[in-house]
């Protein structure tokens, strides 16, 4: 190798260490964009788990109030019936003379909902 070979292989070198230099740059600036994008993302879906868990127990608690078929002020009006008194409007608190079914009461205790 004379000189001018070897000032340009030298020179070749520079040109291509400059240009590693840049990609090395760009790689660096890329990841923490990419750092940044994962943090928001990771936030937002520990956000969204927290939301989905609130509304999964949620369902679960009103579904446990669907399983037994009643909330608790049906099931308290059902315990009053079957101690034999009415709990419709037209005979509340009044004893159901030998029991006597009631089709006013069951509409109350187990009717649609309103
Ligand atoms: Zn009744």
Do not use: W
């Amino acid at each position: 190798m004379n000189k001018k070979e070897l000032h340009d292989t030298f020179s070749d070198l520079e040109s291509q260490a400059a240009a590693t230099l840049d990609i090395i740059k760009n790689m660096k600036k890329e990841l923490s964009h990419l750092t940044e994008d994962n943090n928001v993302l990771r936030m937002e879906n520990q956000h969204l788990r927290d939301r989905l868990a609130e509304i999964i127990k949620q369902q679960s608690l009103e579904k446990q109030l669907t399983d037994t078929g009643m909330t608790k002020s049906r099931l308290n009006l059902e315990k009053i019936y079957e101690d034999g008194f009415h709990v419709c409007n037209l005979f509340y608190g009044s004893r159901r003379d030998g029991d006597e079914p009631c089709a006013f009461c069951l509409e109350v205790i187990y009717g649609e909902r309103k």
